[in-house]
């Protein structure tokens, strides 16, 4: 029986690792393809000699330092993880014109909860991606509501009629945001993702601590 016992605490052990590994390689694998999303449109920035350059430059340190820096916790402070998808938004919004509707709503109280760094990323990172057109016009919807114990996020974007060369790595994305979701907040997490023909929409909703 002391053998048995013995060997289920190793394979927990073993478990246990083999968790946090496949954890951390699925982060590593999301990390960069931000910060490559988000330079070059800093790099479009500068090349328009915009004034808004500077502030953009702030921006993506604030972003660089939280990924490089934060995203290395198991979990970070809710209102961090808020500040780096507000940064990483007002970026991203440097692409959009007056043919898209774009819209971004937070409500709640941001307390004391933390939660697990850039799990809502890919998904924002998505709508983005398949959205802008400049030949059509086009939406994106982003809702975040806090409330005590609760973080739910909401997207919906219209899909643009050519998809970009990159689609099988943004898909690539989500999958493993899904798997992270699934190893760090098992049964602590509802995704309900509706892929129609002009447009995408997820809401998630996860349990989070204080």
Do not use: C, W
Request: hydrophobic share 40%.
């Amino acid at each position: 029986i002391a053998i048995l016992l013995h060997l289920n605490k190793q394979m927990s052990i073993i478990g246990q690792e083999k968790l946090k590994s496949e954890v951390a390689y699925l982060k590593a694998q999301i990390n960069p393809h931000f910060l490559f999303n988000t330079l070059n449109s800093l790099y479009a920035l500068t090349l328009e000699k915009s004034d808004e350059a500077p502030e953009a430059i702030l921006k993506l340190s604030d972003i660089m330092r939280y990924v490089v820096i934060e995203s290395s916790h198991e979990k970070v402070e809710l209102q961090k993880e808020v500040s780096y998808i507000q940064n990483y938004i007002e970026l991203q919004k440097l692409r959009v014109d007056e043919r898209t509707d774009f819209r971004l709503q937070i409500s709640g109280k941001i307390d004391t909860q933390v939660i697990t760094p850039l799990i809502f990323i890919p998904f924002i990172e998505n709508a983005f991606k398949y959205s802008l057109n400049p030949n059509q016009n086009s939406f994106i919807h982003i809702n975040i509501n806090i409330l005590e114990n609760l973080v739910e996020m909401d997207i919906k974007n219209s899909k643009a009629k050519s998809h970009p060369k990159n689609h099988k790595k943004s898909n690539t994305g989500i999958q493993n945001t899904k798997k992270r979701l699934m190893y760090i907040y098992p049964n602590q997490h509802k995704l309900k993702i509706t892929d129609s023909e002009s447009v995408f929409h997820i809401n998630l909703k996860i349990n989070i601590e204080k």
